[in-house]
């Protein structure tokens, strides 16, 4: 069972992010690795916790129409995860 776990986190990682990397050494890898575990924790939806992201416990804070919405770029622009302004 945990080796599907690993598995599926390999292909996510290598998916939103390996994939699209030129890699150029370690210290780099070592960062990217870092920017993405913390997006993956804090602010990815998952499918299986109904869109939530795991460190989210539960907190969901819905957008409203009309509402401000700002972008915010991670893993050297890869990633742009949103975030209410206000």
């Not at 370690?26 to 990815?44: C, D, F, K, P, W």
């Not at 869109?51 to 770029?73: C, E, K, L, S, Y």
């Amino acid at each position: 069972m945990l080796t599907s776990f690993a598995e599926r986190w390999v292909r996510t990682l290598r998916h939103e992010l390996l994939d699209r990397t030129i890699i150029w050494n370690e210290q780099q890898l070592r960062q990217l690795l870092e920017e993405y575990l913390s997006h993956y924790i804090t602010h990815r939806p998952h499918r299986g916790m109904n869109q939530r992201a795991p460190a989210d416990g539960g907190d969901v804070a819905a957008i409203g129409p009309g509402q401000p919405i700002r972008r915010h770029t991670t893993c050297s622009g890869l990633i742009n995860e949103y975030r209410s302004a206000a």
